[in-house]
T-cell receptor, first 114, second 110 residues
Framework: NAGVTQTPKFQVLKTGQSMTLQCAQD?????MSWYRQDPGMGLRLIHY???????DQGEVPNGYNVSRSTTEDFPLRLLSAAPSQTSVYFC?????????????FGDGTRLSIL | AQRVTQPEKLLSVFKGAPVELKCNYS??????LFWYVQYSRQRLQLLLR??SRESIKGFTADLNKGETSFHLKKPFAQEEDSAMYYC????????????FGGGTRLMVKP
């Protein structure tokens, strides 16, 4: 049981480049989310999804797109990378029913924008 | 809007000393509170949640609705407790998003 898997683990981009951060979970969790982790600011929610075909914005959605075509996958796209998007990105998933459930996190993707 | 505040970015204690990591929240309804921990080079993992009222690795946390706080406590800190600790809040509806505080780095010195 792999849990939440994120790829790549590290990435360096140039300003203006685009890329997709991959996230997959094998626990049949309905709820998936993306956070960015910055020093002193904790984890801030970028986008989340409560099921296939349904996505919504979190606290800091600008510059990022998501889609949820399957239950398992929730990719995060940076359309035109900016230095302000240098961060560590975490994907998380959890069950949706029976009230708020603990989230399961991936190992993170460390992204640097030059 | 929901908000979580962890006033201390860094907390340094000696081994065997008591530890209290502070967490204050703002939420208009009834919240569910969590503490997550991130050990060095590991992924975030759940430490404990308010609704379970359990003690994990000697840590406890009590929800104080009057003071809107959910402080994490341990009577005797161990070196292996050194980590980043995040307080988080969610509403009680299943689809509610989870909001994190800024985190507190706990360093336990020998």
């Amino acid at each position: 049981n792999a849990g939440v898997t994120q790829t790549p683990k590290f990435q360096v981009l140039k300003t203006g480049q685009s890329m997709t951060l991959q996230c997959a979970q094998d626990m049949n969790h309905e709820y998936m989310s993306w956070y960015r982790q910055d020093p002193g600011m904790g984890l801030r929610l970028i986008h989340y999804s409560v099921g296939a075909g349904i996505t919504d914005q979190g606290e800091v959605p600008n510059g990022y797109n998501v889609s949820r075509s399957t239950t398992e996958d929730f990719p995060l796209r940076l359309l035109s990378a900016a230095p302000s998007q240098t961060s560590v990105y975490f994907c998380a998933s959890r069950l949706l029913n029976r009230g708020p459930q603990p989230q399961h996190f991936g190992d993170g993707t460390r992204l640097s924008i030059l | 809007a929901q908000r979580v505040t962890q006033p201390e970015k860094l907390l340094s204690v000696f081994k065997g000393a008591p530890v209290e990591l502070k967490c204050n929240y703002s939420y208009s309804g009834s919240p569910e509170l969590f503490w997550y921990v991130q050990y060095s080079r590991q992924r975030l993992q759940l430490l404990l949640r308010h609704i379970s009222r359990e003690s994990i690795k000697g840590f406890t946390a009590d929800l104080n609705k009057g003071e809107t706080s959910f402080h994490l406590k341990k009577p005797f800190a161990q070196e292996e407790d050194s980590a980043m600790y995040y307080c988080a809040l969610s509403g009680l509806n299943a689809g509610n998003m989870l909001t994190f505080g800024g985190g507190t780095r706990l360093m336990v010195k020998p």
